[in-house]
């Protein structure tokens, strides 16, 4: 793939199902909520959504630990969208496991499932699943070897510290013809930038905070690695989060108290100051929250995508307890107004320049 901005972007929304608030502004149960997302992949099927991720937590504020079950049921809902993770938490899994669960979810949704793997930014599954995170690194590094060699390779030879060995080992169901599309998530480290590339997979830049120009460096050196490591250069995607409303205050007043929670709970655990509305309007305005009317967020994608020359835009469009109305909302300006929009921008630019 040539080193341009593409009229061809994938373009999708994720979720971590987050506990929700219900109409008497009560918190909803974890299963109704699971239910609620089901609703919203169907929902984003039927407005044109590209992709729809699911994050996998271990959490009392998000309900998706075991996102490829929410994704089968899915698969049995939907007919276009395709289907993938935001992310697995590859460190605290059996490669294994996780290669048979994508497999069997890419058999029964004909091809449309997608793997994006990464340590997660939260470390509940470590002590959950019996992993220390002093191994933090040597436990992604090896399980991210032995996944990549499970998805080409019909026949795995394999050894290393974090998994039984593997000699000719064969794994069921088999992919097909087609293989499987594999992301990884990435945050923003250059060593891990390097690693996609060596594994031969696809980078997915999270880019949760700041100007997104400042991930410039880590595309270039994406390409400069592809040249060095004699590798074909692949997608690259950036997941953001977002809300998408009527008109910029709507979405913009909508989203604030939602935000302030989450951001608010999550900062205190990690010794962050307080999270102001000033801070929030700021990041809106000049950051990675694309937040606004459909044109709005529309304009600030397509800037997005220029600027760091993707293929691919994933919008987490759940902050918070919002409400599941809310969302379906949200959606369905993303898929039937936000992306014919996108399209049109990059389509623009694209006859400009020839």
Same mark, same amino acid.
């Given at each position: 793939?040539?080193?341009?901005?593409?009229?061809?972007?994938?373009?999708?929304?994720?979720?971590?199902?987050?506990?929700?608030?219900?109409?008497?502004?009560?918190?909803?149960?974890?299963?109704?909520?699971?239910?609620?997302?089901?609703?919203?992949?169907?929902?984003?099927?039927?407005?044109?959504?590209?992709?729809?991720?699911?994050?996998?937590?271990?959490?009392?504020?998000?309900?998706?630990?075991?996102?490829?079950?929410?994704?089968?049921?899915?698969?049995?809902?939907?007919?276009?969208? @395709?289907?993938?993770?935001?992310?697995?938490?590859?460190?605290?899994?059996?490669?294994?496991?996780?290669?048979?669960?994508?497999?069997?979810?890419?058999?029964?949704?004909?091809?449309?499932?997608?793997?994006?793997?990464?340590?997660?930014?939260?470390?509940?599954?470590?002590?959950?699943?019996?992993?220390?995170?002093?191994?933090?690194?040597?436990?992604?590094?090896?399980?991210?070897?032995?996944?990549?060699?499970?998805?080409?390779?019909?026949?795995?030879?394999?050894?290393?510290?974090?998994?039984?060995?593997?000699?000719?080992?064969?794994?069921?169901?088999?992919?097909?013809?087609?293989?499987?599309?594999?992301?990884?998530? /990435?945050?923003?480290?250059?060593?891990?930038?390097?690693?996609?590339?060596?594994?031969?997979?696809?980078?997915?830049?999270?880019?949760?905070? #700041? =100007?997104?120009?400042?991930?410039?460096?880590?595309?270039?050196?994406?390409?400069?690695?592809?040249?060095?490591?004699?590798?074909?250069?692949?997608?690259? #995607?950036?997941?953001?989060?977002?809300? /998408?409303?009527?008109?910029?205050?709507?979405?913009?007043?909508?989203?604030?108290?939602?935000?302030?929670?989450?951001?608010? @709970?999550? #900062?205190?655990?990690?010794?962050?100051?307080?999270?102001?509305? =000033?801070?929030?309007?700021?990041?809106?305005?000049?950051?990675?929250?694309?937040?606004?009317?459909?044109?709005?967020?529309?304009?600030?994608?397509?800037?997005? /995508?220029?600027?760091?020359?993707?293929?691919?835009?994933?919008?987490?469009?759940?902050? #918070?307890?919002?409400?599941?109305?809310?969302?379906?909302?949200?959606?369905?300006?993303?898929?039937?107004? /936000?992306?014919?929009?996108?399209?049109?921008?990059?389509?623009?630019?694209?006859?400009?320049?020839?």
């Amino acid at each position: 793939m040539d080193h341009h901005v593409s009229t061809n972007v994938s373009i999708g929304l994720d979720t971590f199902g987050d506990v929700s608030r219900g109409a008497d502004g009560q918190l909803k149960p974890m299963d109704q909520v699971l239910r609620d997302v089901v609703e919203q992949g169907v929902v984003a099927d039927q407005a044109g959504v590209d992709f729809i991720g699911l994050g996998e937590h271990h959490r009392d504020d998000f309900t998706i630990s075991a996102p490829e079950i929410v994704l089968a049921t899915l698969a049995g809902r939907t007919s276009h969208i @395709r289907l993938g993770t935001a992310v697995t938490v590859l460190s605290s899994d059996d490669p294994v496991r996780v290669f048979q669960r994508f497999s069997t979810l890419n058999a029964l949704s004909n091809g449309r499932a997608e793997a994006i793997l990464g340590r997660g930014s939260f470390t509940e599954s470590y002590a959950l699943f019996g992993y220390d995170l002093q191994d933090y690194e040597r436990l992604f590094e090896e399980k991210l070897d032995l996944f990549a060699r499970l998805v080409r390779e019909p026949e795995v030879t394999w050894k290393g510290e974090t998994h039984a060995p593997l000699t000719r080992q064969r794994v069921y169901p088999p992919l097909g013809p087609q293989g499987l599309t594999t992301w990884v998530g /990435v945050g923003g480290s250059p060593e891990s930038v390097v690693r996609v590339v060596r594994q031969d997979l696809q980078l997915m830049l999270a880019i949760i905070g #700041g =100007d997104p120009r400042r991930f410039v460096p880590y595309v270039d050196l994406y390409h400069r690695a592809v040249a060095q490591l004699e590798r074909s250069a692949r997608p690259i #995607g950036v997941h953001s989060p977002g809300f /998408v409303a009527a008109t910029d205050e709507a979405a913009r007043e909508a989203l604030w108290p939602h935000y302030r929670d989450m951001f608010g @709970r999550i #900062g205190r655990e990690r010794g962050w100051p307080p999270v102001t509305k =000033d801070r929030y309007l700021a990041e809106v305005e000049h950051g990675s929250l694309y937040v606004g009317s459909p044109e709005t967020v529309a304009r600030k994608i397509a800037a997005t /995508v220029r600027a760091l020359k993707i293929q691919r835009f994933d919008m987490k469009y759940s902050t #918070g307890p919002q409400p599941h109305g809310d969302l379906l909302d949200c959606i369905t300006l993303y898929g039937e107004k /936000v992306i014919p929009m996108v399209r049109d921008l990059l389509a623009t630019d694209r006859a400009a320049a020839e």
